[in-house]
């Protein structure tokens, strides 16, 4: 019954999510394009029996990758879906899986859009990355013999404190879930206290560990910084949000009296702010250059380099001297600061890094990141950027904690394959 009201719910506000996609789309206009796939309309259709990978964004489909490319390997007979919600999840995997995956956005949780759509793709597995629980999604392959994995998953305290305020959509929610693939303990008892069964959970590590370095990684950082001038320190901000940008830009001057060659790296989370990035860090009297417009001739004398692309992170940051993870100074939750710590960077994260909490944890602890805060931010980066040896240290240690927590791919391939069998 609880189901149904939030289904009819959901339905009287589909006016409010066209709207919202068409506001959006002024800025993005991806937003307005391939409306009738929220609504379940397929594009084409795959084989039946494949394996479907529920991926939200961007960073969702970076964490899925490792594991996308393991069942490639090891199962290229099954064919693999993927579904994101945004524009900037489904241009990821466009350009990192081209036509080797099926791809469409996910429909809205209606049951009368999802039951059509579940018929005509008939996969053998949904899989859903980290935390995207669905009540309809999941009821309805439930009722179609679907098993159901959430992998890499994660749970922070505030987001099991929303999750118990709606216990009645969450317990037949969890309670359909075939598997949960748990990065740590202290997020697996979070599931439990939900309603989670033990049979049901299982502590894997997280898959982001299985970060792959290309081999190229380090020539193409270096061509990077040959353009901007090799010498230079270059202190990068990592998928950054609003005011984390003005943050930085505020201390800037400071440091360049310190290091009047340093070149700061600005690297937003999301697209729609690559321009209001570039406009205050030009406001603010820098010498700006972008990364998609960049003048060579001009890029010596840079003093700020916003990053306007999309899924370039690894290359930029191997070029950089200094990280700091956006998302952490003010209280949004923090990014992902695995991909730094195995190109041996250090790194450092604000006080707000709960959506990794244990990582941060485990990093920090192991020397390969610090933590900060606004006030003492200025102080923080001046000190590891004047010493080379302490922050070649942090980035040693970075990547050696990342090697010894490899290995989530395989536990999660196998406990996908298992449950597919038994099905």
Known sequence: MVRFFYSLLLTLLLPVFLLRMWWRGRVNPAYRQRLGERFGLLRQRPASGGIWIHAVSVGETLAALPLIRALQRQHPELPLLITTTTPTGSEQVRRLLGDSVWHQYLPWDLPWLLGPFLRKLQPSLLVIMETELWPNLIAGCQQRGIPVMLANARLSARSARGYQKFAALTAPMLAGLDCVACQNSTDGQRFRQLGLTQQQLHITGSIKFDVAVSPDLPAEAAALRQQWGRERRVLTLASSHAGEDEA?????????QQFPDL?????????????????TARSAGFRVERRT??????LPQAEVYVADTMG?????????????????????????PIEPAALGKPVLMGPYGFNFADIVRDLQADGALQL??????????????????????????GQQAVDRSRGAVDRMLALAMGLRKAR
Not at 293 to 298: D, F, G, Y
């Open 248 to 256: 930085l830009l505020e201390r800037l001057p400071a440091w360049q």
């Open 293 to 298: 417009t960049a003048n060579p001739a001009s």
């Open 263 to 279: 070149l700061l790296m600005l690297v937003p989370r999301h697209p729609e702010r690559f321009e209001v990035v570039v406009n």
């Open 312 to 336: 370039e992170m690894m290359r930029l940051l191997a070029a950089s001297d200094l990280v700091v993870m956006g998302g952490s100074l003010f209280e949004i939750g923090g990014h992902n």
């Open 372 to 397: 900060t805060a606004l006030d003492s931010l200025a102080a923080d980066v001046g000190r590891l950027l004047a010493d080379a040896g302490a922050r070649e240290q942090m980035g040693e240690c």
